[in-house]
């Protein structure tokens, strides 16, 4: 894959997730923060979910070389 | 009566005035250490305790006042989106495991560019507390 690739694959997938949103607002169908909310309420979900937050704040904010 | 009634919306607007007022503090206080934290030295033990520390603190404080239980969503509902998520994995996988990066990015060698300033870190960071803070509510 080349760079250019790689960012339109991203750029893809978040014009997805928008579209997804849109659509499900229109057709009472979950959107992200009800999924979301329904995984958190089980309990080794919500543990990985938070410890993964955690962790993706540690990876950007402190490991990171941009001095 | 009215008397009765008054006295409880005074109550009731007071209290809403005590609410955003630690609602406006509580952001100014989150912006203020943001500031600091994005500005500390990258790899180091103070960076990832203020970093990991507040994260920890925004998670419990969310855990404390968490949101009323959602109506139920079955797999199949949930399946676009976690289709969505793969996908987006997918991608990171393929990306991380090849080499160079600059042929390969991947999401956070994206985001590294984006966030050189401090100003764009500290504003990160605090968007990134926020969201720990309403993660933690659901």
Known sequence: ?67 | MEHVHDERAGRRESRAGVVLAGVILGGLAAAAYAWWAAGLAPFSLGATVAVVGAGGVAIAAGGRARRPAPRRVTIWQAAPWIALALAAAAVQLVSYLQTPRDDHPTISSLTNSLLDSQPARAAALACWLALAVELARR
């Open chain 1, 1 to 67: 894959m080349t760079a250019g690739f790689t960012v339109v694959a991203y750029a893809a997938i978040v014009v997805a997730a928008v579209a997804l949103e849109l659509t499900a607002r229109t057709r009472e169908a979950p959107g992200l923060g009800e999924v979301l909310a329904a995984a958190l309420r089980i309990r080794p979900v919500r543990v990985a979910l938070l410890a993964g937050w955690l962790w993706v704040g540690w990876h950007v904010f402190v490991r990171v070389d941009w001095q």
